[in-house]
Nanobody
Framework: EVQLVESGGGLVQSGGSLRLSCAASGFTFGDFAVAWFRQAPGKEREKISCINRSDGSTYYADSVKGRFTISTDNAKDTVNLQMNSLKPEDTAVYYC?????????????????WGQGTQVTVSS
């Protein structure tokens, strides 16, 4: 079965760190763009980071810039999100997603494969 599997969520105090991992199952990431999204209760799903497979360039939303880092581990075929200096407003369900039609970061609607989500809760 083709799927994305996220791991690494949990409960952390404000200022703490977590590392999320997104693993491909039944396929390989190859040249597909991969992004991390999050959705807080009552809010729309937002893209927070993405990595372009064409040149390795990265995108970060202003809300996480300087605190989060996206990276790839080709040996394990995972895309990771290192989250530092976490704030209560980072509390959300985090999803990884792949656009299997393009190596370029794009808008939410273009991502055709989604993980099940992992909860991140930051206490104050």
């Amino acid at each position: 079965e083709v799927q994305l599997v996220e791991s690494g969520g949990g409960l952390v105090q404000s200022g703490g760190s977590l590392r999320l991992s997104c693993a491909a199952s039944g396929f390989t990431f190859g040249d597909f763009a991969v992004a991390w999204f999050r959705q807080a209760p009552g809010k729309e799903r937002e893209k927070i980071s993405c990595i372009n497979r064409s040149d390795g360039s990265t995108y970060y939303a202003d809300s996480v810039k300087g605190r989060f880092t996206i990276s790839t581990d080709n040996a394990k075929d995972t895309v990771n999100l290192q989250m530092n200096s976490l704030k209560p407003e980072d509390t959300a369900v985090y999803y990884c997603a792949a656009d299997r039609r393009s190596p370029y970061c794009s808008v939410l609607e273009w991502y055709d494969l989604w993980g099940q989500g992992t909860q991140v809760t930051v206490s104050s």
